[in-house]
């Protein structure tokens, strides 16, 4: 069992910055050991990974948020700071937990519920 809560989006203008938060809680600390990650779903799109960190510290990044984006960890939260936001990453961002990245590709494992990230001018 793995509760998730997402915070941190809201609008902003390109060039903007924002830093999402990922606040979850398990039974034994099991989402100590799990791949959490921050994926988007933009209307019309199919849902994507933005960034993912293991539990052993090992990230990966889409294309698009390398050099912008920057996701961290502690023991039961996960980061997302996002620089230099741009039109085209607006989306609901949502956190998912699982034993793999591979889990949350597929869109299993445990999700939060969304935030809004809306960049416009």
């Known amino acids: 069992q793995v509760r998730l809560a997402e915070s941190g989006g809201g609008s902003v203008q390109p060039g903007g910055s924002l830093r999402l938060s990922c606040a979850a809680s398990s039974f034994n600390n099991i989402v100590n050991l799990r791949t959490m990650g921050w994926y988007r779903q933009a209307p019309g799109k199919q849902r994507e990974l933005v960034a993912a960190?293991?539990?052993?510290?090992t990230t990966d990044y889409a294309d698009s948020a390398k050099g912008r984006f920057t996701i961290s960890r502690d023991r039961n939260t996960v980061y997302l700071q996002m620089n230099n936001l741009k039109p085209e990453d607006t989306a609901v961002y949502y956190c998912g937990a699982a034993i793999t990245i591979a889990i949350l590709n597929q869109g299993f494992g445990s999700w939060g519920q969304g935030t809004q990230v809306t960049v416009s001018s």
């Open positions: 960190v293991s539990g052993g510290g």
